[in-house]
């Protein structure tokens, strides 16, 4: 079965892809290995069958990532709050292996790990119906101010969209595509990847009435029949 849409994480090694991905799938976070090339999930989203792709943040499998986005319906540009470099490398090295991606593609951009910063009690408060399924506790201590702000997040969001030549009006708002998310909690990663999901629908259908030829997938040919998760290392 060829799944109908793509959506594809980028991000520096790290920054938590595999760890997000596992959370919204599985329901849990586990210790995680560092990616080696990419591996995928099927969502059963309505009607649609979506892959989402997990790819390498390490240096050494970078060429890999714009196979991975070839005609992707979404692309998650994912860093780690806690480390401003993870932001930059976003634009220094991820950006430009989305040039494969779908022409209508959207961008997310996600700040992950946002327990470990002494805002997130903050963000419960006033996040309240959106409470992680277990309530954090301890480790109070070891909070440390964020590095990264959302309005550095909107602000690359923007140079994307100069980037990909797209006019504001065209595309969702920056702040509805900056996202902070914990994929030790929870926090948002149901919203993280459902609001992309709804995204991606209209895409889907624009692709499919389209016929294949822009959306064709050497990379899950074979890996495609399982239906679970794959790997092509
Ligand atoms: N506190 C905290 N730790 C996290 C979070 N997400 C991931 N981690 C930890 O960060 C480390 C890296 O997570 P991964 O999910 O493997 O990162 P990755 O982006 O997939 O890394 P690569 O596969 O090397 O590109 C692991 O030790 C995770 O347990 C989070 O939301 N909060
Ligand atoms: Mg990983």
Known sequence: MKPDGKVVLLGDMNVGKTSL??????????DTISTVGGAFYLKQWGPYNISIWDTAGREQFHGLGSMYCRGAAAVI????VNNLQSLIELEDRFLALTDTASTDCIFAIVGNKVDLTNEYALLLETEEENRPEKP???????????????????ALYKKILKYK???EKDVP????????????????????????????VPIILR?????PLQTVEIT??????????GCCA
């Open 21 to 30: 991905l596992h959370r919204y799938m599985e329901r849990r976070f586990q």
């Open 77 to 80: 540009l994912t860093y780690d």
């Open 136 to 154: 954090v506790t301890g480790c109070i201590s070891t909070k440390v101010q964020k590095q990264v702000h959302l309005d550095d997040a909107v």
């Open 165 to 167: 030549m797209l006019d």
């Open 173 to 200: 708002a920056a702040e509805k595509m900056c996202f902070e998310t914990s994929a030790k909690t929870g926090y948002k990663v149901d919203y993280l990847f459902e609001t992309i999901f709804d995204m991606v």
């Open 207 to 211: 692709q499919q009435a389209e016929g």
């Open 220 to 229: 899950n040919y074979k890996s495609a029949k399982r239906t679970k998760s």
